[in-house]
């Protein structure tokens, strides 16, 4: 089901402690307004606004950076202004999700619950039973509170839009309620109490950033790639391999610059993304490929991988031919790929062998390359 998303990312988080507002500090590396956008984004997201502190824009596109499909907006001084303002940033009638930035473990998983729920309700909420016995009181206990029936609501809260923006229409402007759900309670609508997580945690105080540093690292999880391509010799001076020129007495035939291992490690990273192969993403077929450098071809990659939140972690290229000699050449390969890839030079690795005279590398017919990458990447 199509949906679109507000994100609020507009708070001070004053609970937090001193330091950035909650939402661009770095969580496991990434700013916190990232993880959800990230989450979003891949559960299908078709629109997602972000809605921040005027001063915060361009902190928003920084943080933002290598992502398509959302826009940020101002907000206002208070978490309602600011959901009403991503309100009325959205066109349509599909379900809109509102969310919480300082909530950064949401999944596809969670955004799946509330759209199957909202099928039958007006707006639907992720929400825990309250598992601790319940105390009213100052310094001393006034009274326990039966738990019975009681729920932690957590986001993202899903809504059918016309329904929440028509709720929020008659909200009064100087009360400030405590989620979007309630807004529409208030006004009628039917909320459905879905299954939610604990994982789904608000960071508000301190300590909660620490325990969120050690969730983070659960959170995303190794893929591995493979990558093989083949090129045959034909005429020519020189032939491209790892991104680098190499003087031969004969040249690969290919339509681009036939630069095997680029083009294994480029299959390579499109296998572990899973985003099909290179031929998919530059058929053969297309003219502006002829003979192009084969370092878009990965750069292509690369960027694909960042934007579902990847980094890459490594790469290990082995080039099989007996002509040309890879090892007086290896170091400035692992040079150029590092720097097409963007990662520091000890996490790529050119290795060399042949196949002892045996097959078509053997015959020297042409050359064949291997490639495995390494990719951490968001669960
Ligand atoms: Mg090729």
């Not at 100087?174 to 039917?190: Q, W």
């Not at 620490?210 to 969730?215: D, K, T, Y």
Request: aromatic share 4%.
């Amino acid at each position: 089901m199509s949906f679109s998303a507000i994100v609020v990312a507009a708070g001070e988080g004053l609970r937090a402690g001193p330091g950035e507002p909650k939402a661009w500090r770095l969580l496991g590396g990434r700013p916190i307004v990232r993880w959800s956008i990230e989450a979003l984004l891949g559960a299908g997201a078709s629109d997602v606004v972000v809605v921040v502190a005027p001063d915060r824009l361009a902190a928003a596109a920084d943080a933002l950076e290598g992502l398509a499909g959302w826009r940020a907006i101002s907000g206002g001084k208070t978490r309602s202004q600011s959901v009403r303002a991503g309100l009325s940033a959205l066109r349509g009638s599909h379900p809109v999700l509102i969310h919480d930035a300082a909530r950064p473990f949401v999944t596809a998983a969670h955004v799946e619950r509330l759209l199957a729920a909202l099928e039958a309700v007006d707006g639907a909420v992720l929400a825990l039973p309250v598992p601790d016995t319940l105390k009213r009181g100052e310094a001393l206990v006034a009274e326990t509170v039966s738990r019975e029936g009681l729920w932690r609501a957590q986001t993202p809260q899903a809504f059918h839009f016309e329904r929440l923006r028509a709720a929020y229409a008659v909200w009064p402007a100087d009360e400030e309620p405590t989620d979007d759900a309630s807004v529409a309670e208030r006004a009628g609508a039917r909320v459905a109490l879905v299954r939610g997580d604990p994982m789904l945690m608000k960071l508000t105080w301190p300590e909660d950033f620490q325990m969120a540093e050690r969730l983070a690292g659960s959170q995303r999880i190794v893929r591995t790639g493979f990558g093989l391509d083949a090129h045959r010799f034909g005429p020519g001076d020189a032939v491209v391999l790892g991104g680098v020129r190499i003087s031969h007495d004969r040249g690969l035939v290919g339509h681009s610059d036939a630069d095997a291992g680029l083009h294994a490690l480029t299959d390579a990273l499109l296998g572990a993304i899973a985003e099909g192969d290179i031929g998919q993403h530059f058929p053969p077929s297309d003219p502006q490929w002829k003979g192009a450098a084969s370092d878009r071809f990965l750069a292509h990659a690369v960027a694909l991988a960042q934007a579902k939140g990847g980094r890459i972690l490594n790469v290990d290229l082995t080039l099989v031919c007996e002509r040309p000699k890879i090892g007086p050449h290896r170091d400035a390969m692992r040079a150029r790929i590092a720097a097409i890839m963007s990662i520091p030079l000890d996490r790529v690795s050119v290795k060399a062998t042949t196949t002892e005279g045996m097959g078509f590398t053997g015959r020297e017919e042409g050359l064949m390359a291997q490639a495995v990458v390494g990719v951490e990447i968001p669960l």
